[in-house]
């Protein structure tokens, strides 16, 4: 399964932005939807965004809808989390994936991820 590696987290104090960055070298990051997670201290992973870029499908669930935006450059092989109005509870280890789903299903429904996690990056929102 292609091995997809998320950058860019930092420090910042809420109500700021930060963008995510996901790399997935050797795989066309456009090829299959891709997922971003998130683990805060204590807590199981969340789903927090889904993008299938052949299917034209995105995915937020409530707790980040109309704050977090995903994208992909195609051009840069790149996938984007944009995140905005950052909260002290968005505070965890993020992650993105490369998503598999059967012929036919919906992409990003559900938004569940089994195998190997690469490597994540941490987001620290403080008050």
């Known amino acids: 399964e292609p091995q997809a590696v998320a950058s860019g987290g930092a420090l910042v104090q809420a109500g700021e932005s930060l963008r995510l960055s996901c790399a997935a070298p050797?795989?066309?990051?456009?090829?299959?939807?891709i997922g971003w997670f998130r683990q805060a201290p204590g807590k199981g992973r969340e789903g927090v965004a889904c993008?299938?870029?052949?299917?034209?499908?995105?995915y937020y669930p409530e707790s980040v809808k109309g704050r977090f935006t995903v994208s992909i450059d195609s051009a840069k092989n790149t996938a984007y989390l944009q995140m905005t109005g950052l909260r002290p509870e968005d505070t965890a280890m993020y992650y993105c994936?490369?998503?598999?789903?059967?012929?036919?299903?919906?992409?990003?429904?559900?938004?569940?991820?089994?195998?190997?996690w690469g490597q994540g990056t941490q987001v620290t929102v403080s008050s």
């Open positions: 994936v490369v998503l598999q789903y059967p012929v036919n299903a919906k992409p990003c429904f559900p938004l569940a991820f089994f195998g190997s």
């Open positions: 050797g795989f066309s990051i456009d090829a299959k939807p």
């Open positions: 993008m299938s870029r052949s299917d034209g499908v995105t």
